[in-house]
């Protein structure tokens, strides 16, 4: 399953809207560790699909949309359901943490 690009004008219909949870990834092109989650994000994006809603938000194109969700330092990856937040977590971590992190929202 792919991961979709998100912004102000398609949050509402690809995360607020889902009928399943959503994994949004704040992310930069610049940042470092966010380089390194891309490809877990992908590999998860894979294993749950059907369960789970992969997007990312680059947060250089979308300070408001960031901004909006208290997104103060990037990889920020928040899960959502029913568009309000159920978990979130800071900073990369490796797919054995990745996917606990999703089976707790799940």
Known sequence: ???IEINQNNFDEEVKNSDIPVLVD???????????LGPVIDQLSEQ???????CK????DNTDLALS???ASIPAV????????????MGFKPLPAMQQFIDSAL
């Open 26 to 36: 704040f992310w930069a092109p610049w940042c470092g560790p966010c380089k390194m």
């Open 1 to 3: 399953m792919a991961v």
């Open 69 to 71: 969700f208290s997104v």
């Open 78 to 89: 928040k899960i959502f359901k029913g568009g309000e937040i159920l978990v979130e977590s």
């Open 57 to 60: 938000c680059n947060v250089d």
């Open 48 to 54: 749950y699909a059907g369960k789970v809603k992969f």
